[in-house]
């Protein structure tokens, strides 16, 4: 199998809950942010479901291949259809997925949120985490609890007895005991007959899961079919649901783990897994059950990989171009497979159309790089000049779209290849990927004005909630800007991970808070080693940039100027920075008045010493500056995050995505540009930089009462800074101590790091 995205675990229903917990241990940094998508496409998953597939990637999980395949050939997909591929790859793609461990926390969250009795005992994470390994409890079994926690505490809010009671049996389910206790007694008489109704309801349910969890597959199975059979049951639906899981479990836990192929099946086996496929039909047959007909799908398909994984491998090429499958789409393309392992899968007798499907999957797919930052792998010589004959002689566009991909600027084909693709509208689902990859071979073969004249009829609203395919296209326009306010303007990213679709019509307007920017390390690199210090101020103040991103850039600015001497910059940029940032406001306005440059200049660098959350440098990814809350204070140095700046060193110079500078830019700026990334450069890390800065002004001015501070300021900064045990530090330390020893700032300073 290609990767755990194609095992088909049993997955039941997902309930949504706020997020209401935080690690207990360190910060959760999260994941590195990502600036386009790679195994799977922009969310919401709304947009690609209904055939706008923005800028295929060849990285793209097979599922997603495969559908992006079946609508460019115009196969029509339900208004059904996609609400159960929404439901199907929101579960894949969730922060739980096969690992509960999110959930488990999210179910403890809520637990104490709606039961903080006094006399209830607190949840030990290990034993629930080691209870529900043992148990194979999933994710959603937690969330289901969690949402059933916050209904009976709204409902039973008058019930607090009540709601204990449930909350006890609740952890015995999620433990290792295999038995439910006793009701309270005196409970019963006290309750309304909807009250009553409700406690029996719930704890029918409990009960069943435990003999689930304890592996009493038939005491299960009819528990929750006689739960399925109450009208009244909150939880029949998915109770008649849980019959089929029942069995599905029953029949893999009397398996041993190995590969599916070489599985063989002894009469009891079979027996089992017929069972499992009868509880599953009859869930599908059941039109009522129709909520949960998308996972009892998964379930079969599950089945089926199990009985006759080769047969049903195959079979999925023509079933998932079928007209109205309803709910079995979603499941059917979960298990198509196009890793490296099935490029000698065999698969005889297909008929044409699944034939052609299978074909270009094969050529299509690529494996996700290691860092999301790597380029992707370079074409084989053999795709592109299979998709051309295939284009040519079948006129399908998912093979127009593999062409103009796998094209070079000098391809033999491109120009023909530039026509047909011009006659594809951009509103077909094949038409952003063919006109991204149009205007990125037009400027590389040299034809920019036919590049920005296409890229201009791409209309932003098509994009507004496709963030990857936004950035795309933002990297062609600032290829092809003819100034510096079209390359500003498109110089930022949105981080497609944590992204929010809103209108963005004109650029020009401010974004909103939920559309996150920020820049990728490529970015960055670019920006800061072409884009001159004046410029970058220009665009911080742009109302285009995001509230995080500008606070960011603001500092940067006036970091960067203070390192590279730019006294009209720093000058401006403090004033700047002095009406909105109120805690740093008077020393801003402070240096800002300083009579000389010189005193400018040293002010400002004394202010960023003693603000570890600034950094010279454009920091890429999710920087702790990049936050808008009045409470983030300036001033802390905070492990595990970035403090001060590191240097990537002078073999790093001239190194960026774009090979050719801005060509808008004058001789001049491109001058300023190279000598102030050489100056950042040879100015060193934070930490190196500070501590030459102090002590050369401490010499030059022993009796500035500055002088010591800023020596202090140099040497905390060693603490946590890029640059640890540097020779400039403890140069700064030994004579902060021997020319300053009796002042507080020494006293503070008893080490050097």
């Known amino acids: 199998m290609k990767n755990a995205k194609t095992v088909l675990g049993l997955v039941g229903l997902a309930v949504l809950l706020p997020p209401v917990i935080a690690d207990a241990c360190g910060p959760d940094l999260g994941p590195e942010p990502r600036f386009h998508v790679i195994d799977h496409p922009d969310r919401p998953f709304e947009t690609y479901a209904a055939g706008g597939l923005g800028v295929l990637r060849r990285t793209f999980d097979g599922r997603y291949l495969a559908f992006a395949y079946r609508s460019m050939m115009g196969i029509p997909t339900t208004a059904g259809e996609q609400k159960h591929l929404v439901a199907g790859w929101v579960d894949v793609e969730s922060r739980y997925g096969p690992d509960p461990s999110w959930a488990r926390e999210q179910w403890t969250a809520v637990r104490q949120e709606v039961a903080p009795f006094k006399d209830l005992p607190q949840v030990d994470p290990l034993q629930v985490a080691e209870a529900s390994n043992d148990a194979y409890i999933h994710g959603d079994a937690f969330l289901h609890a969690a949402a059933t926690a916050r209904a009976l505490a ?273 509103e077909s689902p094949a038409g952003m990927t063919l006109a991204w990859r149009s205007v990125q071979l037009l400027r590389e073969r040299g034809q920019l004005a036919e590049a920005r004249a296409r890229l201009d009829a791409i209309p932003l609203e098509r994009v507004r909630d496709l963030p990857s395919t936004d950035n795309a296209l933002r990297e062609e326009r600032l290829h092809l800007a003819n100034t510096w306010d079209e390359a500003l303007r498109n110089a930022a990213q949105f981080r497609v991970d944590e992204f929010v679709a809103v209108p963005h019509q004109d650029w020009n307007a401010p974004t909103q808070e939920t559309a996150p920017m920020g820049l990728s390390t490529a970015r960055a690199s670019f920006l800061e080693t072409h884009v001159p210090t004046r410029r970058l101020r220009e665009w911080a103040a742009l109302p285009s940039v995001s509230p995080e991103l500008r606070r960011q850039l603001s500092w940067a600015v006036l970091a960067r100027a203070a390192v590279v001497g730019d006294d009209a910059v720093l000058k401006a940029q403090a004033a700047t920075l002095a009406e909105s940032e109120p805690t740093a406001r008077a020393e801003l306005l402070a240096l800002a008045g300083r009579p000389s440059a010189e005193e400018r200049l040293f002010d400002a660098r004394l202010l960023i010493m003693g603000l570890p959350v600034v950094s010279a440098r454009l920091e890429p990814g999710r920087d702790r500056l990049a936050d808008v809350s009045p409470k983030l204070d300036l001033t802390q140095d905070m492990s595990w995050y970035r403090n001060g700046w590191c240097v990537p060193g002078p073999k790093n110079l001239g190194e960026a995505p774009l090979k050719t500078p801005l060509p808008f830019a004058s001789p001049e700026e491109r001058a300023d540009a190279a000598a102030e990334w050489k100056a950042l450069n040879e100015a060193g890390n934070s930490v190196a930089f500070f501590s030459r800065v102090a002590l050369d002004w401490a010499k030059a001015h022993p009796d500035d009462p500055r002088s010591p501070i800023a020596l202090y300021r140099a040497v905390r900064s060693s603490k946590r800074g890029c640059g640890q045990n540097t020779p400039e530090a403890k140069k700064a330390f030994a004579f902060l101590h021997k020319q300053y020893g009796k002042t507080e700032w020494a006293r503070k300073t008893p080490y050097v790091y």
Request: contains cysteine.
């Open 154 to 426: 709204k409902e039973w809010k008058q019930r607090p007895a009540l709601l204990k009671e449930w909350v006890v049996h609740q952890d015995s389910v999620f433990s290792k005991a295999c038995t439910l206790a006793d009701p309270e007694p005196g409970l019963e008489e006290s309750l309304t007959p909807r009250e009553q109704a409700r406690r029996k309801a719930e704890r029918d349910y409990q009960a069943a899961a435990m003999h689930l969890y304890c592996g009493r597959f038939d005491s299960a199975a009819e528990a929750f079919q006689a739960i399925a059979n109450t009208a009244d049951s909150p939880h029949r639906t998915l109770a008649a649901y849980l019959v089929a899981r029942t069995r599905v479990r029953e029949a893999m836990s009397a398996q041993e783990d190995g590969d599916l192929a070489e599985r063989e099946h002894d009469e009891a086996s079979l027996a089992r897994f017929t069972r499992a496929e009868a509880a599953i039909q009859a869930v599908l047959a059941d039109p009522k059950l129709r909520e949960v007909h998308g996972p009892a799908q998964r379930l079969r398909v599950l089945v089926r990989w199990r009985l006759s994984p080769g047969a049903l491998r195959c079979e999925l090429f023509s079933r998932v171009l079928e007209k109205g499958t309803g709910s079995a789409l979603e499941s059917e393309l979960a298990n198509i497979s196009t890793g490296p392992d099935d490029n000698a899968l065999s698969c005889p007798g297909l008929k044409p159309q699944a034939a052609e499907l299978f074909a270009w999957l094969q050529l299509m797919a690529a494996p996700v790089p290691e860092e999301s930052d790597a380029p992707e792998a370079p074409w084989p010589a053999k795709t592109h000049v299979t998709a051309v004959a295939r284009w040519k002689k079948s006129g399908h566009q998912p093979w127009l779209v593999l062409a103009l991909l796998s094209a070079r600027a000098d391809s033999p084909e491109v120009l023909a290849l530039l026509a047909d693709a011009a006659a594809v509208p951009l």
